[in-house]
């Protein structure tokens, strides 16, 4: 992929996004409606992917199941939206953005008001499976958006860290509204009703609002030019440390509930709170991040907020649940710039036409971590007989994460194509 080609290609990006002038609509305009159409997108799908948290313990006790067979809540949507980016995600690059968004949103509100219609945990575990190939076929050609209406991979950054600051405000709406109505005595299913209707909202507004204009590329969207990206060591860097750093993320919205759940000491409230503190935090560091940006190297950022990071885990397996109550959910403040910033470097290098394919890759990644980390903390602990012994898993991955951050800070290996790829 050379500079050549890059050039010609935000040419034609840029030819693209001025047509719209024709339509009475101002580029500035379009990419304002883009971002916020993004921004809510991220905010409802949010509400339901990391409210399950605060959904298994329920789910737990209501159906009788181990904490492997109630991780399912959480994993087989994320392989649902793994599978979903990894297959689908060029489709974003073959049909347009537009198309492939209304296609998942609308799949994902039919999705979510399906869960009125039973009463099993099967049968939930498959409508969670639906949500989550919805979610990674509207994610995926959202992210490709975001990148397209983008000039440079700074501007990228400090767009996904505002796309991710809605997603965490989603968050914390989601746990937040499901704890009141486990403590109203209203079934927790009733968040997925609501999710349906905002995102029924969502889709009537997708299919009236301008996009920039696209033009396909067939030589770049097959499944097998999608498949080599496998081979590409920027794309499978940035990948593994996306995956790596959700697998650290996962663990305390997943688990931490469960592992505060005997506490009963005199900070009960806040354990009781604690993972909506984890993302009130993460969404505080999420809209911090344009201004730490525009003042620090990204790299040096990663390198010092992951080994923070990793202070957390550790201490909190070093000193037990008293520490564990108050660090984990600090670690969010730190977490809070990781996962948006990787994401947007990752398919920075990348030229336009090749967005929807890597955004798919990474989102593969993303969602594979994000159902086997916590899977495998469940079957560690269900072994154990504890919780606590999946986080001593947790806490390797922060340290494999903070290593990686390190290394990527002193030696700075996608610096070069970071900047051909803005040139």
């Known amino acids: 992929m050379n500079t050549k080609s890059h050039a010609n290609s935000t040419a034609k990006s840029s030819t693209q996004l001025n047509s719209g002038l024709a339509a009475g609509v101002t580029t500035e305009s379009i990419q304002r409606q883009v971002r916020w159409m ?65 296609a998942g949103l609308l799949l994902y509100s039919l999705s979510c008001y399906a869960f009125i219609a039973g009463d099993s945990a099967l049968f939930f575990i498959l409508l969670m499976g639906l949500c989550g190939l919805a979610i990674g076929i509207f994610k995926t050609a959202a992210l490709a958006l975001i990148g397209d209406i983008s000039r440079d991979s700074h501007a990228h950054t400090r767009t996904m860290n505002k796309v991710e600051g809605f997603f965490a405000l989603g968050a914390i709406a989601g746990p937040a509204l499901v704890t009141l109505m486990i403590a109203a005595s209203i079934h927790w299913k009733q968040l997925y009703l609501l999710a349906g209707l905002l995102c029924t909202v969502l889709v009537m507004i997708a299919a009236r609002m301008p996009y920039p204009p696209y033009q396909a590329s067939a030589e770049q ?45 005199q900070f009960a409230l806040l354990a009781l709170h604690a993972v909506t503190i984890f993302f009130i935090l993460r969404a505080l560091g999420r809209f911090l991040a344009s201004l730490i940006l525009r003042h620090f190297c990204w790299s040096s950022v990663m390198a010092v907020f992951t080994v923070l990071i990793f202070i957390c885990f550790a201490l909190s397996m070093l000193l037990g649940r008293d ?5 984990m959910p600090l670690s969010g403040l730190f977490m809070s710039m990781i996962y948006p910033t990787l994401n947007s470097k990752g398919i920075s290098c990348f030229p336009r036409q090749q967005h929807g394919a890597v955004a798919g890759l990474i989102l593969a990644f993303t969602a594979l971590a994000a159902a086997v980390a916590p899977a495998l903390m469940a079957l560690l602990g269900d072994l154990a007989g504890d919780v606590v012994a999946g986080f001593y898993l947790a806490t390797l991955f922060a340290a494999l994460l903070a290593a990686l951050m390190v290394y990527n800070w002193l030696v700075q290996p996608a610096k070069a194509q970071l900047e051909k790829m803005s040139s």
């Not at 605060?54 to 991780?71: E, N």
């Not at 060591?233 to 650290?248: D, E, K, N, Q, T």
């Open 38 to 102: 993004t921004y809510l997108m991220f905010f409802v799908f949010a509400m339901t992917t990391d409210a399950v948290g605060v959904i298994i313990p329920q789910v737990m006790a209501d159906y009788q199941l181990t904490m492997f067979q109630a991780s399912a809540f959480h994993y087989v949507p994320m392989v649902a939206i793994g599978l979903a980016g990894l297959l689908l995600g060029r489709l974003a690059d073959k049909l347009g953005r537009k198309k492939l968004i209304i």
């Open 221 to 265: 969207v097959s499944l097998r030019q999608s498949m080599r990206l496998l081979k590409d060591r920027y794309a499978m860097g940035f990948s593994l440390a996306i995956a790596l750093y959700v697998s650290c993320e996962v663990a305390i919205f997943v688990w931490l509930p469960t592992l505060l759940a005997d506490y009963s000491g």
């Open 323 to 327: 520490w564990a109550l108050w660090l």
